[in-house]
């Protein structure tokens, strides 16, 4: 198995700009979340899907943070406009679909650098 | 809100020793889950060791094994012959059912010196 796939693995970009993040979970894997990790706060979850569905969104920091997945493979985390403070490094995660419970494996992470 | 405290910010131990990384969490649930991630600097977050909080008995993944503590909410993580590969941050992690969110502590950054 291939793991959690995430792309970029660094972008760097330009106050105000878009920025999207891509993720792809392991098959067969049906919770998906996405987490941001930065020196000051640590590890946070923005949102997690069950079965392609936003369960929980209530970590996305503002309106200019959107999630979706269009489908059980693929989902992605855009910042629009991004300003300088959403310099961190973006993870993705995803678990089996049974139990919430089971333990989440992580991607790489994605470092994002807004100038 | 639900807190997962790690109180040693760095920890350092030489090749071959024993190191014991803390970890205690605050928690109004009976059942839940906890979870010891590595992250060395590649910031791939690893997992290392899980504990579900029902079973008594201490999990163990080879030179790693866990000291659960169920009433003094506990759960420290103990590396046995440590080798320079371990060294990373190590971050603790408690599953809370009731709001279906993995919570993380601030992280230890282990080194292991040669």
């Known amino acids: 198995d291939a793991g959690v796939i995430q792309s970029p693995r660094h972008e760097v970009t330009e106050m105000g700009q878009e920025v999207t993040l891509r993720c792809k979970p392991i098959s067969g894997h049906d919770y998906l979340f996405w987490y941001r990790q930065t020196m000051m706060r640590g590890l946070e979850l923005l949102i997690y899907?069950?079965?392609?569905?936003?369960?929980?969104d209530s970590g996305m920091p503002e309106d200019r943070f959107s999630a979706k997945m269009p489908n059980a493979s693929f989902s992605t985390l855009k910042i629009q406009p991004s300003e300088p403070r959403d310099s961190a490094v973006y993870f993705c995660a995803s678990s089996s679909w049974d139990r919430i419970t089971d333990t989440q494996y992580f991607g790489p992470g994605t470092r994002l650098t807004v100038l | 809100a639900q807190t997962v405290t790690q109180s040693q910010p760095e920890m350092s131990v030489q090749e071959a020793e024993t190191v014991t990384l803390s970890c205690t969490y605050d928690t109004s649930e009976s059942d839940y889950y906890l979870f010891w991630y590595k992250q060395p600097p590649s910031r791939q977050m690893i997992l290392v060791i899980r504990q579900e909080a029902y079973k008594q008995q201490n999990a163990t993944e080879n030179r790693f094994s866990v000291n659960f503590q169920k009433a003094a909410k506990s759960f420290s993580l103990k590396i046995s012959d440590s080798q320079l590969g371990d060294a990373a941050m190590y971050f603790c992690?408690?599953?809370?059912?009731?709001?279906?969110?993995?919570?993380f502590g601030k992280g230890t950054k282990l080194t292991v010196n040669p």
């Open positions: 992690a408690k599953f809370e059912g009731g709001s279906e969110k993995l919570v």
């Open positions: 899907f069950n079965n392609n569905v936003p369960i929980d």
